[in-house]
């Protein structure tokens, strides 16, 4: 991947107007970049982290975190969990709109260690499932811990 291709995509996304890859196809194939598809965007996309999320405007567009690094619990993640709530065989996270794929990140990142099995993350709602080995009740309470 070339620079000059990794920066306009990156300029491109920071506008926060492209809602779906084939836009951010057609925006690089308009700067001259040749070679654009689909699956090459999906690529770049998850490499670079990107979510979608809601813009000013309220429509859903692809974003860049501010951090391509791994979110950690002293960013203001913590601001963007509305609720933690259980069942006995899930944890649900609700969260202000557009932020539950960035807050499902983190909790992949705690991983297993911490009796996390994994995540489904939507637009506003994250479903965590723990462990075998990790009670529900006590991952929830060190879930709630983090937000």
């Keep these: 991947m070339t620079e000059n291709l990794t920066r306009a ?3 491109l996304l920071n506008q926060e107007r492209f809602g779906s890859q084939s836009e951010i196809v057609d925006a690089l194939k308009k700067q001259g970049f040749t070679g654009i598809n689909q699956s090459k965007i999906s690529r770049m996309l998850s ?3 990107a979510v979608r999320t809601r813009n000013t405007k309220m429509e859903m567009v692809y974003c860049l975190p501010n951090e391509l690094s791994v979110p950690n619990t002293s960013s203001p993640l913590k601001n963007l969990v509305l609720d933690v709530d259980h069942n006995a065989m899930l ?3 609700k ?3 557009g932020a ?8 992949d990142s705690i991983g297993k260690s911490e009796g996390i099995l994994g995540t489904i993350a939507g637009d506003d709602t994250i479903f965590v499932t ?3 080995d990790k ?3 006590e991952l ?6 983090l937000f």
């Design 9 to 11: 995509f990156k300029e």
């Design 47 to 49: 490499k670079f982290g």
């Design 91 to 93: 944890i649900i996270i």
């Design 95 to 97: 969260t202000t709109p």
């Design 100 to 107: 539950a794929q960035l807050i499902a990140r983190l909790l």
């Design 130 to 132: 723990p462990t075998n």
């Design 135 to 137: 009670p529900i009740d």
């Design 140 to 145: 929830l309470q060190n879930i709630q811990r």
